[in-house]
């Protein structure tokens, strides 16, 4: 069955060091996006692709980057972690042909110490 | 500017009572709408969609919505709670463009007490 899975789901990090979040997707879709959930605000967009070499910020977009290299793939960097960044942060993808609902990862609990 | 406000934070409901989750939103044209369900430590499931046409839309595990264009209202129901739907959720829109990201509410947190 085709999925979405996020790597890894749990990880602590300190101040100023960089992370990568991965994200796969075995749907082939075109569209994949980034959230971080925090208490009280929901669901915020980080950064989204619609496909290869494509990306764009979204509301909540500084401090973080992602590159689209395959079709597949959109790992998330935190260029150099802050405490503020401590958050859930989840993946979603949804496909690219008219307007589709978005299929989201099991999330990764990331902490900045 | 676009949003989706989810008025309560915090709903109990006794197992096999009625719910009603509320949802309204702001957004310059008809959008997508969704809800979605979060259960504790998982990621998002989608429980139903509103693109187009009837207003009363079905879902999974029992619930449905019903779109209102006169009061920008998307609101959830379901007839009867089983204690497994304790969990939060959300609703969202979307813009009718491919690929456009969601903007979400901030949810509610639903206990089901028995």
């Known amino acids: 069955d085709a999925e979405i899975t996020q790597s890894p789901r749990h990880k602590i990090t300190e101040t100023g060091r960089q992370v990568t979040l991965a994200c796969h997707q075995t749907w082939n879709h075109n569209n994949m996006f980034w959230y971080r959930q925090d208490l009280g605000h929901g669901l915020r967009l980080i950064h989204y692709s619609y496909g290869v070499q494509d990306t764009n910020k979204g509301e909540v977009s500084d401090g973080y980057s992602v590159s689209r290299s395959n079709t597949e793939d959109l790992p998330l960097t935190l260029e150099s972690a802050a405490s503020s960044q401590t958050s859930v942060y989840f993946c979603?993808?949804?496909?690219?042909?008219?307007?589709?609902?978005?299929?989201f990862g099991p999330g990764t609990r990331l902490t900045v110490t | 500017a676009q949003s989706v406000t989810q008025p309560d934070i915090h709903i109990t409901v006794s197992e096999g009572a009625s719910l009603e989750l509320r949802c309204n939103y702001s957004y310059g044209a008809t959008p997508y709408l969704f809800w979605y369900v979060q259960s504790p430590g998982q990621g998002l499931q989608l429980l139903l969609k509103?693109?187009?046409?009837?207003?009363l839309v079905q879902g999974i595990k029992g619930f449905e919505a019903e779109f209102k264009r006169s009061q920008s209202s998307f609101n959830l129901r379901k007839p009867s709670v089983h204690w497994s739907d304790a969990a939060e959720y959300f609703c969202a829109v979307g813009a009718r463009q491919a690929g456009t990201a969601l903007i979400f509410g901030k949810g509610t947190t639903l206990s089901v007490s028995s």
């Open positions: 509103y693109f187009s046409g009837d207003t």
């Open positions: 979603a993808s949804s496909a690219g042909t008219g307007f589709h609902e978005q299929y």
